[in-house]
């Protein structure tokens, strides 16, 4: 199976920042890895898709980058509404997932 | 408006069973898999299950591998997820997710990627005695 870490756990940063949150796969995993952000009480949103392809209508503030093992979500210049937790996903083989154990964005 | 609405959840107690449905509207149902992810109360999420846009492949993780079953009824645009042996670690809100996926060409070979792009409010599904 397919183990997924992400770095860091959490981090507190401030408006405009920009923030980078690194996932990890257990094994190569090609491009497959997408992105999505949870807000309290709510569905996860997908972000981005195939490690580098923007959802549409996600802010272009948004980007992910990687392929093999080692990918990154970055936010340009962090906003109030982008303070959350961020999952990413790998689907490597067709139809089966697995999340990262998230990455919790907070207000420093 | 793409819509998804989750149902059936509820409090059930060790070794019972639930059935949680799933009602899509807004995008052609038979068209894309679908898939059900859980989240335990303050913990991350969870894949549980996956299936086909003709519901003839079916996925599972090892976690609910033998108790779980998912299931779609294309002509009322519904997917399901039926669950027995339910255990206290079962215990989590269910999300319904549209999986589309997107092809890329690659000389000999084309590459499919899925991904979850809409997804219900979810279900909360409470197992205890």
């Known amino acids: 199976d397919i183990q997924m870490t992400q770095s860091p756990s959490s981090l507190s940063a401030s408006v405009g920042d920009r923030v980078t949150i690194t996932c990890r796969a257990s094994?190569?995993?090609?491009?497959?890895l997408n992105w999505y952000q949870q807000k309290p009480g709510k569905a996860p949103k997908l972000l981005i898709y195939?490690?580098?392809s923007l959802q549409s209508g996600v802010p272009s503030r948004f980007s992910g980058s990687g392929s093999g093992t080692d990918f990154t979500l970055t936010i340009s210049s962090l906003q109030p509404e982008d303070f959350a937790i961020y999952y990413c996903?790998?689907?490597?083989?067709?139809?089966?997932?697995?999340f990262g154990p998230g990455t919790k964005v907070d207000i420093k | 408006e793409v819509q998804l609405l989750e149902s059936g959840g509820g409090l059930v107690q060790p070794g019972g069973s639930l059935r949680l449905s799933c009602a899509a509207s807004?995008?052609?149902?038979?068209?894309?898999?679908m898939s059900w992810v859980r989240q335990a109360p303050g913990k991350g999420l969870e894949w549980v299950s996956a299936?086909?846009?003709?519901?003839?492949?079916?996925y599972y993780a090892d976690s609910v591998k033998g108790r779980f079953t998912i299931s779609r009824d294309n002509s009322k645009n519904t997917l399901y997820v039926q669950m027995n042996s339910l255990r206290a670690e079962d215990t989590a809100v269910y999300y319904c997710?549209?999986?589309?996926?997107?092809?890329?060409?690659?000389?000999?070979?084309?590459?499919?990627?899925?991904?979850?792009?809409?997804w219900g409010k979810g279900t909360t599904v409470t197992v205890s005695s």
């Open positions: 996903q790998q689907s490597y083989s067709t139809l089966i997932f697995t």
């Open positions: 807004g995008f052609t149902f038979s068209s894309y898999a």
């Open positions: 195939a490690a580098s």
């Open positions: 299936i086909s846009g003709s519901g003839g492949s079916t």
């Open positions: 094994q190569s995993i090609s491009s497959y």
């Open positions: 997710a549209k999986a589309p996926r997107a092809m890329v060409r690659g000389g000999i070979n084309n590459y499919y990627y899925y991904y979850m792009d809409v």
